[in-house]
Structure formats: structure tokens, C-alpha cells
């Protein structure tokens, strides 16, 4: 049986979102790459681009057969939406406050199991 996303219009869309969502699953990994940075020096905002630019979580039915290939990744994208639409608006003013806000454990977990919708999570390769 192929991998998932085989037959994919856009396949590289998939293996960066894949690469995104390994990063928003990973609390020890945005420490040290998210909440050390100065101000506006983060790749959290290349991450939020990549999300509005690829429209995965704003409108992930109409990116079947594109970047997603079933209605779990589809349901996973619309739940790491609302988690992110959440801690996003709220009051938080920098990328340390955001991913320690508490909210953001819900945004931790709404990618981790995105990740195992799309049969991509660590330890399922």
C-alpha cells in the first residue's frame, strides 16, 4: 500500500506541514527556537504564514487531494485550528507568552495528533 499523500496535486505543501506540525508538537523544541528569540525574530510568525498561506487550517476540506488525503485529516486540521483561532486570540504580546500561555498545551496536542492522522507522527515511521 503507498504512503499516505502519494498521489497528491501538491505533495510539497504536505512535507512542510508535516515539518510545521513536528514543530508545534514539540514543547521542548519551541523553548529553544520560539520563546529564547528576541521580538519579531521568530519562526512562530514563518509558521503562522505557512498555516494562512496553505490554507490547511482555514478551509481543509478544499485541500483534499492538494495537501490532506481523508476526512481524520481534515477533522485534525479544523481541531489544531480552533486550538491555535484560541491562544491566538487572546491577550498574549510576544511568542514566550503565547507558548506558555495555557492554552497553548491545547495547540501542542491538537498538532500531535495531526501528526498521527497523517501517519507521520514520531515513532509511527
Do not use: C
Request: aromatic share 6%; proline share 5%.
Amino acid at each position: 500500500m503507498p504512503p499516505k499523500g502519494h498521489d497528491l496535486q501538491t505533495p510539497w505543501i504536505r512535507s512542510q506541514l508535516i515539518d510545521w506540525l513536528v514543530k508545534l508538537s514539540d514543547r521542548e523544541w519551541q523553548e529553544e527556537n520560539w520563546a529564547s528569540q528576541a521580538p519579531g525574530a521568530s519562526d512562530l510568525d514563518e509558521a503562522l504564514d505557512f498555516f494562512d498561506d496553505s490554507g490547511v487550517l482555514a478551509e481543509p476540506t478544499g485541500r483534499l487531494g492538494y495537501v490532506l488525503v481523508d476526512d481524520e485529516e481534515v477533522s485534525a486540521m479544523a481541531a489544531l485550528n480552533s486550538s491555535l483561532d484560541s491562544v491566538l486570540s487572546s491577550s498574549v504580546s510576544s511568542d514566550a507568552e503565547m507558548i506558555h500561555s495555557q492554552g497553548w498545551g491545547d495547540v501542542v496536542a491538537a498538532a500531535r495528533e495531526a501528526l498521527k492522522a497523517m501517519g507521520d507522527a514520531p515513532g509511527e515511521r
